[in-house]
């Protein structure tokens, strides 16, 4: 058994929310599972309840607005789902990228977006590219709902800014105004599936001229840099200012995974390939 | 043999793949026993410690707890070579991970909980971590009773007081007077780290201990014999009282070669009532807990005629035992006496020392130390040459071994030892040696090629032995029983592939044991060092011509004619030139009745075996002698391409030689080379055992610790299999089980010089490592 | 406890299972359908890989209790009457089968490609299967095999063969799926 623990199915977001107000710190919301029941089964974590989420319908929505970008992403809505999605893919190529690159197709098919950024790893792969969407997480509790930036979500290693008892229904991301070029790295060990030693992502609106660029897994938290304007910069110069700017926010460690010296290296090399991405091709990767 | 062969040869597929595509074969994982228990482990934090106490009271009082057991309770040692080991730490932890206490519940989650409730008391004591460290005097001793430990006396010379388990030494020729008169001398370091077999099953172990100190087990080895064997010189019981089956195993990789959880769940069942218990290891026990394959830091220094003939080759292999070594004193031994790579070597001193660190400790590894000499010596090779002036691959040829040459243990070589030069020739070809690459897909990445040679000979005792039964079925079918196992290598279908072609049967007509069962399989010594098929392949020959020699004594009597008339073929028996009046082997497979009911005769069953021969012990002093029964020799040529900026290195193409004497079986030999050539990139690009400044180990999961995947394939792999017989080879053929995975991450050391123009000296060569030399060099494309 | 029901290779189950047992130990433990093997327990190595409702997914990270009202295929529900499949034939023939440990979760995650893509590209098989870990082949024959079984001509031939009991070809016939 993978510990001992309580199993409760809430058929709404109400009855949803009102078990997590009851059962407070004890309780763990279980969508994919893929991280929680590792650590339950690691002992790393020790819920006295976990609440599965995944038959409530409010949850399961995946509502993409080709016109206008506008997208929500149900929070039990599973990896492959998103990444498969055809208007996503042309609209959000990037996100798409992010979501594939995540562990192997198996785990793909249970986790879910927002279980990746409620596990508030610096390395979590959907993080860069919500946050250079602009993306806020709808949460919902017995005292009602409010939408929290992704920007203001990570905390800390593995903490998040959400409250106990507060539940995560959907990840919206805002309409375009204009049309914008995505694109997600990831730097791993091997090419199968890894952890990231560095990620990061971009969006590039060149009707405005604006850049936003977020970097993982190089900082306690993933680090959204500020927008950086591309009117009548070089190739070459904004490269050079995009890599500056990270190294100036960025403080990787040295871990089992890389050293903090190889992902000071590599970092300015994804960022590189990533402008690349959205500048040279529209659409990205 | 010179008859046009019918089975042998052919790629048959093997039978047992439809109970593993069904999920109807059964693993040790899967086995229930009634009445089972399931046991679980407490393991030291530390790397060394003393144990102060052991409190297992909350423990006892749990319900569904049958047994528990700490090292104090049990004065039993293990070990055959080296006897260093006990089941369960005893007074002192040696590495972390080590198991300490042990407990047999109704669930395994009742022996988890138990475990959780169980408090050791350590007292950390200094430690050692790196082998070259133990060396030197004043360092802490993993053993300092070593000199008291029962070892293979002759054979083994652990050096009391110190971490020395064993030093093996070949001495040839006067290396130091070569060495100085040579003209061109080189002098290089290498070392690679720990590494685990990554078998996809665990290690899982199942015993009873049945009453009149009987015992019964069902375990995932390679060695049915050798668990049996140890287990008596542990208890003191005779072998017939040890009863060991061996279902199907998922994957051992040499992991699963000797005595592992055996003794554990074997004690555990008799402190639970003789009730049946089963362990089976977790993942990160098996990283963190079950044997690993030893470190090595290698110096290498090679002297040379400006011609290009190697006067001298010296080299210091230190081991990384970790704190156990009765595997890895024969490793050290046997990678010392192939320690100078297939090569000339007028004159040779090798020093191999076997040293105990604080670290998990290693065992048998696909490749029996080669992979980790070979990663220096090849290098080492390549090195030479550039400095001569050279082609790698014409220095090569320049000394390679060849017929009239002695070897470093003073074995003449033969034209019946194989072609190293043609399959050196052979990868060479098949990557365009001497062409350069084709332009790199992008301006930060570099091309570079690269070749390595290999060699290896079974590393086992000089009267290693095997046999085999063959018995009839009323159906005139064979039943093959071997004690050999199958553990993915497919030698089972080679066998029956022998039996069919020698009792002239069709294939579908021969069957052999999916279990060993001592009780019933004959005698193997180990399914290790790539000497099934040629072993087991000789027994099968022998006991197939046992069964005919019975066959025929009958026919010829029930034909009136002498024994050396009658003709076998097709599953019948005949006088010579009369295939009309064939007796089918049915109606002699248990004996011939007479239409008036006589019977004559009985039934058909053939015994069959092979011992080692004309091997000798080394040397103790020199290491000359003859220790091995045949070599197989083979080359990688390499392409790649290297990422400068993320390091990243990927394989355009990797030819793999390997001279078998005779491809037995065509599929079977390339899914030995496909998949040894993967785990070599494996230890080439990515394996490695991390651990923290306390000998903690950092990635004991697939976590951190990453093996190939389906996406991390070559772009094109190509076995090349040479057929030069082997004389003394079961149709010519030689074993080539381990040797796919040996000198793959040297070619592919040789081609990142190739590419960069950098000596990497270390493994793994991830992209990390990659990156950091290119910055050392300062260079940027 | 809690009560649950599902599908397992067509046949419907109810249990009474803790919530902290795993799928993984539900269907090996409960229903003694040992096909489905543990690698790691935590979804890294694929050899526990199951379809649930059609989707390949890691048992030992699904609770039983989570499976409950869904369908589960095991390996065990992969051949017919003791025919197998065109899928598993195809292994047999490819020599994709070494030790065999990872065999019954490679063929569900090819299973479950071949459900929702009955002819992929090389890639797509290759991504399908990278979450399941092999020791032992080195992948060649496996991607082989599914390549093979994606084939509406070579799935025929190798279902004729299968009607042959599963027989093993005579000595000297041509060999399909043999790689490169």
Same mark, same amino acid.
């Given at each position: 058994?993978?510990?001992?623990?309580?199993?409760?199915?809430?058929?709404?977001?109400?009855?949803?929310?009102?078990?997590?107000?009851?059962?407070?710190?004890?309780?763990?919301?279980?969508?994919?599972?893929?991280?929680?029941?590792?650590?339950?089964?690691?002992?790393?974590?020790?819920?006295?309840?976990?609440?599965?989420?995944?038959?409530?319908?409010?949850?399961?929505?995946?509502?993409?607005?080709?016109?206008?970008?506008?997208?929500?992403?149900?929070?039990?809505?599973?990896?492959?789902?998103?990444?498969?999605?055809?208007?996503?893919?042309?609209?959000?190529?990037?996100?798409?990228?992010?979501?594939?690159?995540?562990?192997?197709?198996?785990?793909?098919?249970?986790?879910?977006?927002?279980?990746?950024?409620?596990?508030?790893?610096?390395?979590?792969?959907?993080?860069?590219?919500?946050?250079?969407?602009?993306?806020?997480?709808?949460?919902?509790?017995?005292?009602?709902?409010?939408?929290?930036?992704?920007?203001?979500?990570?905390?800390?290693?593995?903490?998040?800014?959400?409250?106990?008892?507060?539940?995560?229904?959907?990840?919206?991301?805002?309409?375009?105004?204009?049309?914008?070029?995505?694109?997600?790295?990831?730097?791993?060990?091997?090419?199968?599936?890894?952890?990231?030693?560095?990620?990061?992502?971009?969006?590039?609106?060149?009707?405005?001229?604006?850049?936003?660029?977020?970097?993982?897994?190089?900082?306690?938290?993933?680090?959204?840099?500020?927008?950086?304007?591309?009117?009548?910069?070089?190739?070459?110069?904004?490269?050079?200012?995009?890599?500056?700017?990270?190294?100036?926010?960025?403080?990787?460690?040295?871990?089992?995974?890389?050293?903090?010296?190889?992902?000071?290296?590599?970092?300015?090399?994804?960022?590189?390939?990533?402008?690349?991405?959205?500048?040279?091709?529209?659409?990205?990767? | 043999?010179?008859?046009?062969?019918?089975?042998?040869?052919?790629?048959?597929?093997?039978?047992?793949?439809?109970?593993?595509?069904?999920?109807?074969?059964?693993?040790?994982?899967?086995?229930?026993?009634?009445?089972?228990?399931?046991?679980?482990?407490?393991?030291?934090?530390?790397?060394?410690?003393?144990?102060?106490?052991?409190?297992?009271?909350?423990?006892?009082?749990?319900?569904?707890?049958?047994?528990?057991?700490? *090292?104090?309770?049990?004065?039993?040692?293990?070990?055959?070579?080296?006897?260093?080991?006990?089941?369960?730490?005893?007074?002192?932890?040696?590495?972390?991970?080590?198991?300490?206490?042990?407990?047999?519940?109704?669930?395994?989650?009742?022996?988890?909980?138990?475990?959780?409730?169980?408090?050791?008391?350590?007292?950390?004591?200094?430690?050692?971590?790196?082998?070259?460290?133990?060396?030197?005097?004043?360092?802490?001793?993993?053993?300092?009773?070593? *000199?008291?430990?029962?070892?293979?006396?002759?054979?083994?010379?652990?050096?009391?007081?110190?971490?020395?388990?064993?030093?093996?030494?070949?001495?040839?020729?006067?290396?130091?007077?070569?060495?100085?008169?040579?003209?061109?001398?080189?002098?290089?370091?290498?070392?690679?780290?720990?590494?685990?077999?990554?078998?996809?099953?665990?290690?899982?172990?199942?015993?009873?201990?049945?009453?009149?100190?009987?015992?019964?087990?069902?375990?995932?080895?390679?060695?049915?014999?050798?668990?049996?064997?140890?287990?008596?010189?542990?208890?003191?019981?005779?072998?017939?009282?040890?009863?060991?089956?061996?279902?199907?195993?998922?994957? *051992?990789?040499?992991?699963?070669?000797?005595?592992?959880?055996?003794?554990?769940?074997?004690?555990?069942?008799?402190?639970?009532?003789?009730?049946?218990?089963?362990?089976?290891?977790?993942?990160?026990?098996?990283?963190?807990?079950?044997?690993?394959?030893?470190?090595?830091?290698?110096?290498?220094?090679?002297?040379?005629?400006?011609?290009?003939?190697?006067?001298?080759?010296?080299?210091?292999?230190?081991?990384?035992?970790?704190?156990?070594?009765?595997?890895?004193?024969?490793?050290?031994?046997?990678?010392?006496?192939?320690?100078?790579?297939?090569?000339?070597?007028?004159?040779?001193?090798?020093?191999?020392?076997?040293?105990?660190?604080?670290?998990?400790?290693?065992?048998?590894?696909?490749?029996?130390?080669?992979?980790?000499?070979?990663?220096?010596?090849?290098?080492?090779?390549?090195?030479?040459?550039?400095?001569?002036?050279?082609?790698?691959?014409?220095?090569?040829?320049?000394?390679?071994?060849?017929?009239?040459?002695?070897?470093?243990?003073?074995?003449?070589?033969?034209?019946?030892?194989?072609?190293?030069?043609?399959?050196?020739?052979?990868?060479?070809?098949?990557?365009?040696?001497?062409?350069?690459?084709?332009?790199?897909?992008?301006?930060?990445?570099?091309?570079?090629?690269?070749?390595?040679?290999?060699?290896?000979?079974?590393?086992?005792?000089?009267?290693?032995?095997?046999?085999?039964?063959?018995?009839?079925?009323?159906?005139?079918?064979?039943?093959?029983?071997?004690? *050999?196992?199958?553990?993915?290598?497919?030698?089972?279908?080679?066998?029956?592939?022998?039996?069919?072609?020698?009792?002239?049967?069709?294939?579908?007509?021969?069957?052999?044991?999916?279990?060993?069962?001592?009780?019933?399989?004959?005698?193997?010594?180990?399914?290790?060092?790539?000497?099934?098929?040629?072993?087991?392949?000789?027994?099968?020959?022998?006991?197939?011509?046992?069964?005919?020699?019975?066959?025929?004594?009958?026919?010829?009597?029930?034909?009136?004619?002498?024994?050396?008339?009658?003709?076998?073929?097709?599953?019948?028996?005949?006088?010579?030139?009369?295939?009309?009046?064939?007796?089918?082997?049915?109606?002699?497979?248990?004996?011939?009745?007479?239409?008036?009911?006589?019977?004559?005769?009985?039934?058909?069953?053939?015994?069959?075996?092979?011992?080692?021969?004309?091997?000798?012990?080394?040397?103790?002093?020199?290491?000359?002698?003859?220790?091995?029964?045949?070599?197989?020799?083979?080359?990688?040529?390499?392409?790649?391409?290297?990422?400068?900026?993320?390091?990243?290195?990927?394989?355009?193409?990797?030819?793999?030689?390997?001279?078998?004497?005779?491809?037995?079986?065509?599929?079977?030999?390339?899914?030995?080379?496909?998949?040894?050539?993967?785990?070599?990139?494996?230890?080439?690009?990515?394996?490695?055992?991390?651990?923290?400044?306390?000998?903690?180990?950092?990635?004991?999961?697939?976590?951190?610790?990453?093996?190939?995947?389906?996406?991390?394939?070559?772009?094109?792999?190509?076995?090349?299999?040479?057929?030069?017989?082997?004389?003394?080879?079961?149709?010519?053929?030689?074993?080539?089980?381990?040797?796919?995975?040996?000198?793959?991450?040297?070619?592919?050391?040789?081609?990142?010089?190739?590419?960069?123009?950098?000596?990497?000296?270390?493994?793994?060569?991830?992209?990390?490592?990659?990156?950091?030399?290119?910055?050392?060099?300062?260079?940027?494309? | 406890?809690?009560?649950?029901?599902?599908?397992?290779?067509?046949?419907?189950?109810?249990?009474?299972?803790?919530?902290?047992?795993?799928?993984? %130990?539900?269907?090996?433990?409960?229903?003694?359908?040992?096909?489905?093997?543990?690698?790691?327990?935590?979804?890294?190595?694929?050899?526990?890989?199951?379809?649930?409702?059609?989707?390949?997914?890691?048992?030992?990270?699904?609770?039983?209790? %989570?499976?409950?009202?869904?369908?589960?295929?095991?390996?065990?529900? %992969?051949?017919?009457?003791?025919?197998?499949?065109?899928?598993?034939?195809?292994?047999?023939?490819?020599?994709?089968?070494?030790?065999?440990?990872?065999?019954?979760?490679?063929?569900?995650?090819?299973?479950?490609?071949?459900?929702?893509?009955?002819?992929?590209?090389? %890639?797509?098989?290759?991504?399908?299967?990278?979450?399941?870990?092999?020791?032992?082949?080195?992948?060649?024959?496996?991607?082989?095999?599914?390549?093979?079984?994606?084939?509406?001509?070579?799935?025929?031939?190798?279902?004729?063969?299968?009607?042959?009991?599963?027989?093993?070809?005579?000595?000297?016939?041509?060999?399909?799926?043999?790689?490169?």
């Amino acid at each position: 058994m993978l510990g001992r623990f309580e199993y409760v199915r809430p058929r709404s977001v109400d009855e949803a929310c009102r078990l997590l107000a009851d059962q407070g710190a004890g309780a763990e919301v279980l969508a994919g599972g893929t991280d929680l029941l590792v650590d339950v089964r690691n002992g790393v974590r020790s819920p006295s309840v976990l609440v599965d989420v995944k038959r409530m319908s409010e949850l399961q929505s995946l509502d993409v607005k080709p016109t206008h970008g506008e997208v929500a992403l149900g929070a039990a809505v599973p990896l492959n789902v998103i990444a498969e999605n055809r208007d996503l893919r042309r609209t959000y190529p990037g996100l798409c990228a992010a979501a594939l690159s995540i562990a192997t197709y198996q785990l793909r098919n249970r986790a879910t977006v927002a279980g990746n950024l409620c596990h508030a790893s610096p390395a979590a792969d959907m993080a860069p590219i919500l946050l250079v969407l602009g993306a806020s997480l709808i949460v919902r509790s017995t005292k009602g709902s409010r939408a929290v930036p992704v920007a203001k979500l990570f905390a800390g290693v593995k903490r998040t800014s959400l409250a106990p008892g507060e539940l995560v229904v959907d990840v919206r991301i805002p309409p375009l105004d204009g049309e914008l070029s995505t694109a997600f790295r990831k730097q791993q060990r091997i090419r199968g599936h890894d952890l990231a030693v560095v990620n990061a992502a971009a969006a590039y609106a060149p009707y405005r001229g604006v850049l936003r660029v977020a970097i993982g897994s190089c900082a306690p938290t993933p680090i959204l840099l500020d927008p950086i304007d591309t009117t009548g910069v070089s190739r070459s110069a904004l490269a050079d200012e995009v890599a500056r700017r990270a190294a100036a926010v960025t403080a990787p460690i040295d871990d089992v995974r890389a050293s903090s010296a190889y992902r000071r290296a590599v970092l300015p090399v994804l960022l590189c390939a990533l402008l690349a991405d959205v500048m040279d091709e529209r659409g990205g990767r | 043999m010179t008859r046009e062969l019918r089975v042998v040869g052919t790629s048959v597929p093997r039978d047992d793949a439809i109970g593993k595509v069904t999920g109807a074969a059964r693993y040790t994982h899967d086995l229930v026993l009634p009445g089972m228990l399931h046991a679980a482990l407490v393991t030291s934090p530390h790397a060394a410690a003393r144990i102060v106490r052991v409190d297992t009271t909350e423990a006892t009082r749990l319900p569904g707890v049958r047994a528990i057991l700490a *090292g104090a309770d049990l004065d039993v040692r293990l070990g055959l070579y080296m006897q260093d080991k006990r089941i369960l730490a005893r007074d002192v932890v040696r590495y972390q991970g080590e198991p300490v206490v042990a407990v047999a519940a109704d669930t395994l989650d009742l022996a988890r909980d138990a475990c959780r409730r169980i408090h050791v008391e350590y007292e950390s004591t200094p430690a050692v971590f790196d082998p070259r460290d133990a060396m030197k005097s004043g360092a802490p001793l993993v053993h300092p009773d070593l *000199g008291s430990y029962a070892h293979l006396d002759g054979v083994f010379f652990p050096r009391s007081r110190t971490n020395i388990a064993h030093h093996q030494k070949i001495r040839k020729g006067d290396f130091e007077a070569a060495l100085t008169s040579a003209e061109v001398t080189l002098e290089a370091r290498f070392d690679n780290p720990p590494v685990q077999h990554v078998p996809l099953e665990t290690h899982a172990a199942i015993a009873q201990a049945l009453p009149g100190d009987r015992v019964e087990m069902w375990t995932s080895s390679q060695s049915p014999y050798t668990v049996r064997h140890l287990m008596s010189v542990a208890f003191g019981l005779p072998h017939g009282a040890i009863r060991v089956h061996v279902p199907y195993v998922g994957g *051992g990789f040499g992991g699963k070669a000797g005595l592992n959880l055996e003794p554990l769940v074997y004690v555990l069942s008799k402190a639970a009532g003789g009730r049946p218990v089963r362990f089976i290891a977790t993942r990160e026990q098996e990283f963190n807990t079950l044997p690993s394959r030893q470190g090595l830091y290698s110096t290498i220094e090679i002297g040379a005629t400006r011609a290009g003939k190697i006067a001298a080759l010296r080299a210091t292999y230190v081991w990384d035992a970790g704190a156990y070594a009765d595997y890895g004193v024969n490793v050290g031994r046997a990678a010392a006496y192939s320690g100078g790579g297939p090569y000339a070597i007028p004159n040779c001193w090798i020093d191999s020392f076997v040293v105990y660190t604080n670290k998990v400790f290693g065992t048998a590894y696909r490749g029996f130390g080669h992979l980790e000499v070979l990663w220096g010596v090849e290098r080492a090779m390549d090195q030479m040459a550039r400095k001569l002036g050279l082609d790698p691959a014409e220095f090569r040829r320049r000394n390679l071994l060849k017929p009239g040459d002695a070897t470093i243990t003073g074995e003449t070589f033969t034209p019946g030892h194989g072609k190293p030069a043609e399959c050196l020739d052979a990868v060479a070809k098949a990557i365009d040696w001497g062409t350069p690459s084709q332009q790199p897909t992008a301006p930060t990445k570099r091309r570079g090629k690269g070749i390595a040679m290999l060699h290896k000979a079974p590393a086992m005792p000089t009267s290693t032995s095997c046999s085999a039964i063959i018995k009839l079925d009323e159906d005139g079918a064979a039943d093959i029983l071997v004690s *050999g196992v199958d553990y993915g290598q497919g030698t089972y279908t080679v066998l029956r592939q022998i039996a069919a072609e020698e009792l002239r049967l069709p294939i579908d007509a021969v069957h052999i044991n999916s279990d060993c069962d001592t009780a019933f399989t004959p005698y193997d010594w180990q399914t290790v060092a790539s000497r099934f098929s040629y072993m087991g392949g000789h027994a099968v020959i022998h006991a197939a011509a046992d069964c005919l020699r019975q066959i025929r004594a009958v026919a010829a009597q029930v034909f009136g004619v002498a024994v050396d008339k009658i003709v076998c073929e097709n599953a019948s028996a005949y006088p010579a030139g009369e295939p009309e009046r064939a007796i089918p082997y049915k109606n002699l497979a248990l004996g011939y009745t007479y239409p008036n009911g006589n019977a004559i005769g009985g039934p058909v069953i053939g015994h069959g075996r092979f011992i080692a021969h004309d091997l000798t012990h080394l040397d103790p002093d020199t290491g000359q002698g003859r220790p091995a029964q045949f070599w197989t020799y083979g080359a990688h040529g390499v392409e790649i391409e290297v990422d400068t900026e993320t390091g990243e290195i990927e394989i355009l193409r990797i030819a793999t030689a390997i001279d078998a004497g005779k491809v037995l079986n065509a599929g079977l030999a390339r899914g030995q080379v496909i998949g040894g050539v993967v785990q070599g990139i494996g230890s080439a690009l990515w394996e490695g055992y991390r651990f923290d400044k306390n000998g903690r180990l950092l990635n004991p999961s697939f976590v951190d610790y990453k093996i190939p995947t389906a996406k991390d394939l070559p772009r094109e792999m190509l076995p090349i299999l040479l057929e030069n017989p082997q004389p003394d080879g079961p149709y010519g053929a030689r074993g080539i089980a381990e040797h796919p995975m040996i000198s793959v991450p040297s070619a592919i050391g040789n081609a990142l010089y190739d590419a960069l123009g950098i000596e990497f000296t270390s493994l793994p060569l991830s992209p990390e490592h990659v990156v950091a030399r290119l910055a050392e060099k300062g260079s940027k494309p | 406890m809690h009560d649950i029901e599902l599908r397992v290779n067509g046949h419907v189950e109810r249990a009474s299972v803790p919530a902290g047992m795993t799928l993984l %130990e539900f269907l090996r433990d409960r229903l003694a359908l040992t096909g489905t093997k543990e690698g790691c327990g935590i979804g890294e190595c694929g050899a526990c890989t199951v379809l649930l409702d059609g989707k390949p997914v890691t048992a030992c990270l699904v609770l039983a209790v %989570e499976a409950d009202g869904l369908d589960v295929h095991t390996i065990e529900g %992969e051949a017919t009457d003791g025919e197998l499949s065109a899928l598993q034939r195809a292994f047999v023939d490819a020599g994709a089968v070494q030790c065999g440990f990872c065999t019954p979760g490679m063929i569900m995650s090819a299973r479950g490609l071949l459900l929702r893509n009955p002819h992929p590209s090389d %890639e797509e098989i290759v991504e399908a299967i990278a979450g399941n870990l092999c020791r032992c082949t080195g992948y060649e024959a496996i991607l082989a095999a599914v390549r093979v079984a994606s084939r509406p001509s070579a799935a025929m031939l190798t279902g004729e063969v299968a009607k042959d009991g599963g027989r093993l070809r005579p000595p000297g016939s041509a060999r399909k799926g043999s790689g490169r």
